[in-house]
Nanobody, 124 residues
C-alpha cells in the first residue's frame, strides 16, 4: 500500500515563499510520475504541477508557471513544490498524487494515490 504524506504548509504573506514536501512510502517510487494538485474553498481540485519519474521533465498549470517549481529526490522517496511570489489566490489545500504510470497530465483520473493534503494560506 502506498502512503503519501504532505508537509510544509502554513500561513505566509503575499510575495512570500513556501516549500512543500511529500514523502512516499513503499517501493518503486522512482517508477511513477508525481504531481501536486490544490483545492481552494468552494472550488474543484485543480492541477498545479507534475514531474516525470526520472525528474527530467515537468509540467505546470499556467497560473503557477514561473513562480512554482516541482522537483523530486528518488533516493528519499520525496517530491517537492517550491512556491515563490505567492498570491492570495494560491490559498488552498495542496495534495500530492502518484500517477498510475508515466502519465503526468492535468487530469485527476491519471493519479491513483493521494495524500491527505497540507493547507497553504496566503494573506494580502
Amino acid at each position: 500500500q502506498v502512503q503519501l504524506v504532505e508537509s510544509g504548509g502554513g500561513l505566509v504573506q503575499a510575495g512570500g515563499s513556501l516549500r512543500l514536501s511529500c514523502a512516499a512510502s513503499g517501493r518503486a517510487f522512482s517508477l511513477f510520475a508525481m504531481a501536486w494538485f490544490r483545492q481552494a474553498p468552494g472550488k474543484e481540485r485543480e492541477f498545479v504541477a507534475s514531474v516525470r519519474a526520472s525528474g527530467g521533465s515537468t509540467n505546470y498549470a499556467d497560473s503557477v508557471k514561473g513562480r512554482f517549481t516541482i522537483s523530486r529526490d528518488n533516493a528519499k522517496n520525496t517530491v517537492y513544490l517550491q512556491m515563490n511570489s505567492l498570491k492570495p489566490e494560491d490559498t488552498a489545500i495542496y495534495y500530492c498524487a502518484r500517477s498510475r504510470g508515466a502519465l503526468m497530465g492535468p487530469s485527476r483520473s491519471e493519479y491513483d494515490y493521494w495524500g491527505q493534503g497540507t493547507r497553504v494560506t496566503v494573506s494580502s
